[in-house]
């Protein structure tokens, strides 16, 4: 070997040993390894930055906003109602969301699955009060494993069925890759199920502003309108989607008489309620029983960044013994409150009509311009700028049919997966689905910039000629084995090399090999073609190899060695199991 693949090789290994140390955050080891290959000239100065426009880093940026704008939907409501987290344990919910993934990545791409269902794991694993972490990897692998079945599931399949068609002149077919993936995805599917257990429990490390300073007992007002669902409906009917994290305090009548919200106690037109509870638990409330909140803007404003302000009250503030009725404070400032929250203080009386006091805090919607002014005037602390849901008019609708119509393209419309992720990012965008302020704080930095670091080095492999080594000393090693060991070299080969490659590149570099060698040895290649896209296919021991991995990792808060706690033994099941129904299914 030369110089310059020895050097390639030496910075990937001391690169992985970084990652596996856990010493500096992944990002930084990334930029460091590309810093060191330019320096010793293994990666040319003009291509170092190459790898912030490749489609990888295109198609996870673009999917960590479809994801956030499925998330705000609204729709993950009504998915959680439908398999009622509550009544199910962890495992249990463990098991349908990796069945979900699974059997949805066999039909469109594995990582449009698995964005779909990201937001819907979250907030399962809130309600079950467990970490997200143990949802998320194992559906990332599910996805994997769900995208083996059929030909569209996931890249390595179209390709290799590609490089079929040159060598025989038949592709593959949609459903050859099904017997094979099917056995692979249930066998998977019990281990993760059994297995989970070896991942440890994980949160972000950046915990969001907003999480640091979470409040749990806002105070809000909405009444009844003639279009509201919960006219004619009880208490306990209305209060049925916050699962007990949301309550009704008081009903006040049109003529203001209090009525007890009893379970039982039927709603009119006209009714105000006064809700109390965790925000998102009353933003089920509100939108469940299609209820009207004080949420109006001045004409004048309408055109102007309307958002919501978490406050607290200072010791000196001039709203202390006021009310939002006695300031009239929609009519003199266009503010509207919102909601009101006091440290063990449950309200009954209307929203403005509540007497503010020291410590208070308070819920203000308006132009995010005024706002700071208007607070630093009042004396009141701004705790941090909420996206704030009460009362928004939210239509689930759009995102997801953008969301459908970009997976039929990417399936059936030949549209490439990173152009039609970022076009419905655009439109998740445009269509108001995702607010525009907030855009970027839905893109996870760190692993962007860890992937656009990675892939000039990983390309140093085939520059540099590394790749055309290894694939000659396999070829000389199969030889010397049987058929089922020279199938078990090329699937753990692919499994090898794809978190250096990324899986399309491991096919295109695998596939000519499996098939030469195979034809030396006298054997037919669909069953070494068929290894190859396994072993691209199922990368679990690094975020790095698979883009559906690397979504995973922010939000689960994985650390880089996390992966192969759970994915080492899941690649030795898929090899055991690989092998003989490869065998049987592709007769060598």
């Not at 269902?117 to 079950?128: C, L, N, Q």
Request: charged content about 15%; aromatic content about 6%; glycine content about 8%.
């Amino acid at each position: 070997m030369q110089t310059d693949q020895w050097l390639s090789l030496l910075i990937i290994a001391l690169m992985m040993a970084a990652f596996v140390w856990g010493r500096y955050r992944y990002d930084i080891v990334a930029a460091g390894s590309l810093l060191a290959a330019v320096l010793v000239g293994i990666v040319p100065a003009k291509d170092a930055f190459s790898g912030f426009s490749d489609d990888i880093v295109i198609i996870v940026g673009s999917a960590l906003v479809v994801s956030a704008a499925i998330s705000r939907s609204g729709i993950m409501d009504v998915a959680l109602r439908h398999l009622s987290p509550e009544k199910r344990s962890p495992r249990m919910q463990l098991v349908i969301l990796v069945v979900i993934v699974a059997v949805l990545s066999a039909f469109i791409k594995n990582i449009g699955a698995l964005a779909i269902m990201i937001p819907v794991a979250i907030h399962m694993a809130r309600k079950s009060r467990v970490s997200p972490s143990m949802f998320l990897m194992p559906m990332s692998f599910a996805s994997l494993l769900g995208g083996l079945m059929t030909q569209i599931g996931t890249s390595p399949n179209i390709i290799v069925s590609r490089v079929r068609e040159e060598i025989t002149g038949t592709p593959f077919t949609m459903f050859d890759y099904t017997p094979v993936g099917a056995a692979l995805t249930v066998t998977g599917i019990i281990f993760l199920a059994v297995c989970y257990r070896l991942l440890p429990e994980r949160v972000k490390e950046e915990a969001s502003m907003d999480e640091a300073v979470k409040i749990k007992n806002y105070t809000t007002e909405a009444s009844l309108t003639a279009q509201s669902s919960a006219v004619g409906r009880s208490i306990s009917w209305l209060q049925k989607p916050a699962h007990g994290d949301a309550m009704v305090t008081a009903i006040i009548s049109n003529n203001d008489r209090k009525r007890t919200p009893l379970p039982d106690t039927i709603l009119k037109e006209g009714d105000v309620l006064i809700i109390e509870g965790e925000q998102g638990a009353l933003n089920k409330i509100v939108s469940e029983g299609k209820l009207q909140l004080s949420d109006r803007t001045p004409e004048k404003d309408r055109a102007k960044d309307v958002s919501a302000v978490e406050a607290i009250v200072g010791e000196h503030s001039r709203l202390i013994g006021l009310s939002a009725k006695d300031l009239s404070l929609f009519e003199n400032t266009g503010l509207n409150l919102l909601a009101v929250s006091r440290r063990d203080k449950r309200f009954v009386e209307r929203l403005g009509e509540i007497k503010i006091r020291n410590g208070d805090v308070l819920v203000l919607q308006g132009d995010l311009q005024r706002l700071p002014d208007m607070l630093r005037e009042w004396g009141c602390l701004p705790l941090v700028e909420r996206d704030v849901k009460l009362g928004s008019v939210r239509n689930g609708l759009i995102p997801v049919l953008i969301l459908v119509a970009t997976m039929g393209a990417t399936a059936f419309g030949g549209v490439p997966v990173a152009a039609a992720f970022f076009a419905a990012a655009f439109m998740m965008v445009a269509s108001g689905s995702l607010p525009l302020r907030g855009l970027y704080g839905y893109l996870d930095a760190p692993i962007l910039l860890m992937l656009a670091a990675l892939i000039p080095i990983s390309d140093s492999l085939k520059t540099t000629g590394t790749t055309d080594v290894i694939a000659d000393l396999l070829s000389r090693t199969a030889e010397m084995l049987p058929p089922y060991g020279a199938l078990a070299l090329i699937l753990v080969a692919a499994m090898a090399v794809t978190p250096f490659l990324n899986n399309a590149a491991t096919v295109l570099v695998m596939a000519p090999i499996a098939a030469t060698f195979a034809e030396k040895l006298g054997f037919a290649p669909d069953a070494f073609l068929m290894a190859v896209a396994i072993g691209a296919g199922c990368d679990f021991l690094t975020p790095i190899g698979h883009q559906c991995n690397t979504l995973v990792m922010g939000p689960g808060g994985y650390r880089f060695g996390d992966y192969a706690r759970l994915g080492l033994p899941l690649s030795l099941i898929v090899l055991i199991v690989s092998v003989p129904m490869l065998l049987l299914t592709w007769p060598i």
